[in-house]
């Protein structure tokens, strides 16, 4: 497993609310043989880290507490979790995306969950469908650095 990416900024405001969370969660490695990103155990499925990656579209992967992310200039902008779970950081949920489990308090610091695969439409709309609120999210996120 990548143990080279680089950490978000956790002194940005913007990012108290998720690093909270994923704080919580985060351990470290209980063995050598458990997946790892940095010092941290994965809380991601590595498919899906894959998965975030190819939705990034060259996007550099972050990571925070064992979990990877895409961010602009030190603020996060998407979080990959558990085996599915996309959490997207966007001003309104997206409307048009199957949602996920959603992470209680995370919604009103604009965190919305949605399904990694969108696995009730076609591949090619739900791909096209992730890949634009991605996009969406990492020029969201660019928006809130100076604020």
């Known amino acids: 497993m990548r143990e080279d990416l680089p950490q978000i ?26 997946y790892a990103l940095g ?19 060259g996007a550099p992967l972050h990571a925070a507490y064992g979990v990877p992310l895409l961010a602009r200039e030190g603020v996060a902008a998407v979080a990959a979790t558990g085996t599915s779970r996309l959490l997207l950081r966007l001003p309104v949920a997206p409307a ?12 009103r610091d604009g965190w919305w969950a949605v399904d990694a695969w969108q696995s009730e439409l076609t ?15 990492l020029v969201h996120a660019r928006a809130l650095v100076g604020r």
Request: charged share 20%; proline share 10%; net charge negative.
């Open 9 to 34: 900024l956790a002194d940005h405001p913007r990012n108290a609310a998720l690093l909270a969370f994923l704080r919580a969660q985060g351990c470290a490695p209980s063995g050598p043989h458990d």
């Open 39 to 57: 010092a941290w155990q994965l809380h991601t499925h590595p498919d899906l880290m894959d998965r975030l990656a190819e939705l990034g579209l």
């Open 123 to 137: 591949t090619v709309e739900g791909d096209h469908r992730l890949l634009t609120a991605v996009d969406r999210a």
């Open 96 to 107: 048009d995306l199957e949602p996920s489990t959603p992470v209680p308090g995370l919604d």
